[in-house]
Nanobody
Framework: QVQLVESGGGLVQSGGSLTLSCAASGRINIIYDMAWYRQAPGKQLELVARIIREGKVDYYANFVEGRFTISRDNAKNTVTLHMNSLKPEDTAVYYC??????????????WGQGTQVTVSS
């Protein structure tokens, strides 16, 4: 079984920066897409950014506006989200997500437990 553990959340002032990290552990076979989602209080879960195994970023949400950068390290099975110019509306719980190939016909999506990001005005 594969687990994802996020770290790096916290409280930051508007305009500040944070870096979120997510590490996969356990019986890892092949991890394909990795992504960051977020959920603000009272709002739906939304995709922030997604990166494919080869390292190409294939999605940034419109609200990112060039402020965030997603990257990954396949050797370490990690994905990182660098966030700059943070705004109060970025306040949310951020979740890491990975597409894990276990064997043919079994490719579950794994979720982390989430890390809180709070941006004060």
């Amino acid at each position: 079984q594969v687990q994802l553990v996020e770290s790096g959340g916290g409280l930051v002032q508007s305009g500040g920066s944070l870096t979120l990290s997510c590490a996969a552990s356990g019986r890892i076979n092949i991890i394909y897409d990795m992504a960051w989602y977020r959920q603000a209080p009272g709002k739906q879960l939304e995709l922030v950014a997604r990166i494919i195994r080869e390292g190409k970023v294939d999605y940034y949400a419109n609200f990112v506006e060039g402020r965030f950068t997603i990257s990954r390290d396949n050797a370490k099975n990690t994905v990182t989200l660098h966030m700059n110019s943070l705004k109060p509306e970025d306040t949310a719980v951020y979740y890491c997500n990975a597409d894990h190939f276990e064997r043919p016909g079994n490719r579950p999506t794994i979720w982390g437990q989430g890390t809180q990001v709070t941006v004060s005005s």
